[in-house]
C-alpha cells in the first residue's frame, strides 16, 4: 500500500553532504510613458502610364499605432499637371478603412494610358477628417504618373537647401532660401514647370516663412532655375524648422526627377529644451542599483546632465545623442524624490525634468537551504527562520493551523509567518517527508512537526504537531538525542526519519516496513511512549564505521561512510540498495554491520554525494561522475535505456555505466524526485532526466528523458535558468 503510495510523491531536494540553498527576486514592475495620440499619414506614390489598358497606382496610409477599432479617412484625388483624361479624378470625398489592429490600408488610383510624349503628370491625394482620436501627420501623397514613351528622357530635380534665420526682419536676398531647379541637359525646347510650397514641415507658414507658388520657364538650351522664398527673422528660441517645395510639369519635354525638397532654417538662438526621467527597476531594493536615465530633447544638446536626490546632487551624466545616464546601489529603503538637470550648452537652454518617487525597499530575504515534501515546500532563510507553504492537513507547515498556505494572493512574502522554533532558536539543516517537516536546531537539537501516524517525528506517540499553535515554538520537544548528542546531518523518507550524530554514528526512528530504519526488524520506532530516540540503537555501520553523509527514498536509507564509500538498507525491490538483488537489508537479524556490503561502485574512487527518492539512488564519486541504480522505468538512471540496475548479479561496481553528462562536464551537486534526478554540473549549468510528465526536467516540454538511446551527453540539453 505504501509503495503506491509513493508513487504520487512531489519531488523532493536532498544534495551532497547537506542541503544547497537556492535564493530568489522579485522581478519589479517599470514606470512607461504616456502612449502618444495615433497619427495617420499617406505616402506619395509613381507608375509608368504605359500604352493600352488602364493601370492602378497605390497610395499607403499609415497608422502610427494599431488601434481597438476600425479606423476611417476622407480622401480625395485632385489634379496638379495632370488632368481627368491621365487618371480618375476624385472631388468627392471618399472613404478608406484601416481595420482594427492593422496599420495599413492602401488608396487605388485608376491611371490611363498614351502614347504621346508629353513629360510626366502629377496629382494630389489629400486625406481629411480622420476618425475622432486620430490626428493628420503626412496629409497629402503626390501620385507621379511617369511618361514611359520615346522623347521624355530629360528629368527636371529640385535639391535641399538650409539657411540661418537671422534676429530681425527678413533675410537679404543674398542669403534668401533659394531651391536649385536643374534639368538634366539643356531644354531642346521650352519648358514650363511649377511649384509650391508645402507645409509639412515644423516652420509655419506666414510666421516662419512666407508661402509660394509659381512657375519657372526654361528656355531652350537653359538647364538651372532658382525658387526663392523669404524665411522671417525672430528671437524666438527653438529648434531646427522645415519647409517643403514640390515641383510639378506644366508643359515641355521633360519628366519629373527629385519633385520634392526641404529646406532647413538654422536658428541662432538659443534652443529650449526639454529633459525627462526615467528610472528602473522601481520599486528596487537596499543595494540594488538602480539606473536613471535622463532623455534631453532635441538630442543635438550635449554636455551633461545633473542628478538629485532633493537637493543632494548624487552625479552626473555625460550626454550621448541626448541620453545621460548614472547608477547607484547606494540610496537608503525609503522613498526619494529624485531630478535630473541638463545644465546647458551654447546652444540649448538649460531644463530639468519633473521629479519620479524612488522607492527603495528593504533587502528581502533569501533561502540558504531548501527541502520538499509530497506536497509542501520549506526553506531556511538567511536570518535562520522556516518558513513553509502548501499542503497543511497535517500540520506540517509547522503554523499552528492546517490551513494551506501559497495558494492564493497575500499569503506569501511578509503576510507567510516563520515557524516558531522556540525562544532564540533558529535552523542549520531542513528536510521534509511525504507530509512531515524536521530540522536541526543552532544547538544542534532536532524538532520534527507534521503527519505521526508511524512515530516519524520521534516523540513516542503517534499525534501530528504543528496543526495547533499549543504545539510549537517553546512547548514543541526537541527528539530525545541522548544526553550530549547533538545531529550533524538529517535526511526524511516518506514516513522515516535519520540523523547522523555528532559522534558520526546514525539513528533512525518512524515506518520500519522494509527495514530502512536497519534495526534488524519491521518495528516502527517513536511511536509508543518508552520508544524514544534516545532508547533506540545506533544502526550498525560495521567495525569502526561512521557516517559523513545520509540520504532517504520511500522505504530504503543510505550513507557516505568515513572511508568514503556507501551502505544501503531497507527496500529492495527495484534494486535500489544496489546489492545486485532484490533482498531487503535490515528488516531481520545479521544483516547489518559488517555483514551489510557496500555498494560495489568500481575500484579507485571515493564517494563525495549522494541522493535517493522513491526506488532509486545516485552517488556522485570522487572524480566527478555520476552512477545511478534501483528502478528505471521512466529513464530516471540517465542510461539510455529503462532497464533497472542493481537488481541482478553483474549490475554494479565497473558493469554500472556512469551517466553521460555531456563532454568534458562533471557534477558538483545531486537530487533526486520520485522518479527524476538533476545535477549542477562543473560549469554551473543543471541538468535533469526521467520522468517529465509535468515538465520536472525544465526542458519545454514533457517528454521523458534517459530512457532512450542518444538523449544524454551533449544530446541532453541544459535547464534554461536564464542570462
Not at 526654361?218 to 522645415?242: M, S, W
Request: proline residues 6%; glycine residues 14%.
Amino acid at each position: 500500500m505504501f509503495r503506491r503510495i509513493a508513487t504520487t510523491f512531489s519531488t523532493g531536494l536532498l544534495l551532497m553532504a547537506g542541503l544547497v540553498g537556492i535564493s530568489s527576486s522579485s522581478a519589479q514592475p517599470m514606470l512607461l510613458p504616456p502612449v502618444p495620440r495615433p497619427a495617420i499619414s499617406v505616402g506619395d506614390a509613381s507608375i509608368p502610364e504605359g500604352n493600352v489598358g488602364n493601370r492602378q497606382v497605390y497610395f499607403t496610409v499609415t497608422l502610427s499605432d494599431p488601434q481597438l477599432t476600425n479606423t476611417t479617412v476622407k480622401y480625395t484625388a485632385i489634379p496638379i499637371t495632370g488632368s481627368a483624361t491621365d487618371f480618375q479624378v476624385r472631388t468627392v470625398p471618399a472613404t478608406l478603412t484601416v481595420r482594427a489592429g492593422l496599420t495599413k490600408a492602401f488608396i487605388s488610383v485608376l491611371v490611363y494610358p498614351d502614347t504621346v510624349a508629353d513629360g510626366d503628370k502629377s496629382f494630389a491625394v489629400t486625406l481629411s477628417a480622420p476618425s475622432s482620436g486620430v490626428s493628420l501627420h503626412r496629409s497629402t501623397g503626390i501620385g507621379t504618373i511617369i511618361d514611359d514613351d520615346p522623347g521624355s528622357d530629360l528629368t527636371v530635380s529640385v535639391g535641399d537647401v538650409a539657411a540661418v534665420e537671422g534676429d530681425t526682419g527678413t533675410i537679404p536676398s543674398a542669403t534668401m532660401v533659394q531651391f536649385p531647379v536643374v534639368l538634366s541637359g539643356p531644354a531642346p525646347d521650352p519648358i514650363t514647370v511649377g511649384y509650391l510650397t508645402r507645409g509639412n514641415g515644423t516652420a509655419t507658414p506666414f510666421t516662419d516663412y512666407t508661402p509660394k507658388t509659381g512657375l519657372l520657364n526654361f528656355a531652350a538650351g537653359t538647364f538651372k532655375k532658382y525658387v526663392t522664398i523669404n524665411v522671417a527673422r525672430d528671437v524666438t528660441q527653438e529648434p531646427d524648422e522645415t519647409l517643403g517645395l514640390t515641383l510639378y510639369l506644366v508643359a515641355g519635354s521633360a519628366t519629373l526627377g527629385r519633385a520634392e525638397s526641404v529646406a532647413v532654417i538654422l536658428p541662432d538662438d538659443p534652443v529650449p529644451t526639454t529633459t525627462s526621467l526615467t528610472s528602473g527597476p522601481n520599486p528596487s531594493t537596499v543595494g540594488q542599483y538602480v539606473p536613471f536615465t535622463a532623455a534631453v530633447s532635441p538630442s543635438t544638446a550635449t554636455g551633461s546632465v545633473e542628478f538629485y536626490d532633493g537637493l543632494t546632487l548624487l552625479g552626473t551624466g555625460t550626454l550621448v545623442n541626448g541620453i545621460a545616464t548614472y547608477q547607484t546601489g547606494a540610496l537608503l529603503p525609503e522613498d526619494h524624490t529624485i531630478t535630473a538637470t541638463y545644465t546647458g550648452d551654447t546652444g540649448h537652454m538649460h531644463s530639468s525634468s519633473d521629479p519620479i518617487t524612488q522607492t527603495v525597499l528593504p533587502a528581502p530575504r533569501a533561502s540558504t537551504q531548501i527541502a520538499a515534501g509530497s506536497s509542501h515546500t520549506c526553506a531556511i532563510l538567511d536570518n535562520g527562520t522556516v518558513k513553509c507553504w502548501g499542503y497543511n492537513a497535517k500540520g506540517q507547515l509547522g503554523l499552528g493551523n492546517t490551513d494551506p498556505r501559497g495558494d492564493g494572493p497575500g499569503e506569501m512574502g511578509d503576510n507567510l509567518p516563520a515557524v516558531d522554533l522556540g525562544t532564540g532558536r533558529t535552523a542549520t539543516a531542513i528536510t521534509a517527508g511525504y507530509q512531515h517537516t524536521c530540522v536541526i536546531l543552532d544547538n544542534g537539537t532536532v524538532k520534527c512537526w507534521g503527519y505521526n501516524a508511524f512515530g516519524q517525528l520521534g516523540l513516542g506517540d503517534t499525534a501530528p504537531l504543528g496543526d495547533h499553535p499549543a504545539y510549537m515554538g517553546d512547548n514543541l520537544p526537541a527528539v530525545d538525542l541522548g544526553t550530549g548528542r547533538t545531529a550533524t546531518a538529517i535526511t526524511a523518507g516518506s514516513f522515516h526519519t535519520c540523523v547522523i550524530l555528532d559522534n558520526g554514528t546514525v539513528k533512525c526512528w518512524g515506518y520500519n516496513a522494509f527495514g530502512q530504519l536497519g534495526l534488524g526488524d519491521t518495528a516502527p520506532r517513536g511511536d509508543g511512549p518508552g520508544y524514544t530516540v534516545v532508547g533506540f540503537p545506533p544502526v550498525d555501520l560495521g567495525t569502526g564505521r561512521t557516517a559523513t553523509a545520509i540520504t532517504a527514498g520511500y522505504g530504503h536509507t543510505c550513507v557516505i561512510l568515513d572511508n568514503g564509500t556507501v551502505k544501503c538498507w531497507g527496500g529492495n525491490a527495484e534494486g535500489e540498495l544496489g546489492l545486485g538483488d532484490t533482498a531487503r537489508r535490515g528488516d531481520g537479524l545479521g544483516e547489518m554491520g559488517d555483514n551489510l556490503p557496500a555498494v560495489d561502485l568500481g575500484t579507485g574512487h571515493l564517494i563525495v554525494g549522494i541522493a535517493a527518492r522513491a526506488y532509486h539512488t545516485c552517488v556522485i564519486l570522487d572524480n566527478g561522475t555520476v552512477k545511478c541504480w534501483g528502478h528505471n522505468a521512466i529513464g530516471q538512471l540517465g542510461l539510455g535505456d529503462t532497464a533497472n540496475r542493481g537488481d541482478g548479479p553483474g549490475e554494479m561496481g565497473a558493469s554500472l555505466p556512469a551517466v553521460d553528462l555531456g563532454t568534458g562536464r562533471t557534477a558538483t551537486a545531486i537530487a533526486a524526485g520520485s522518479s527524476h534526478t538533476c545535477v549542477i554540473l562543473d560549469n554551473g549549468t543543471v541538468k535533469c532526466w526521467g520522468y517529465n510528465l509535468d515538465g520536472q526536467l525544465g526542458l519545454g516540454d514533457t517528454a521523458n528523458r534517459g530512457d532512450g538511446p542518444g538523449e544524454m551527453g551533449d544530446n541532453l540539453p541544459a535547464v534554461d535558468l536564464g542570462t
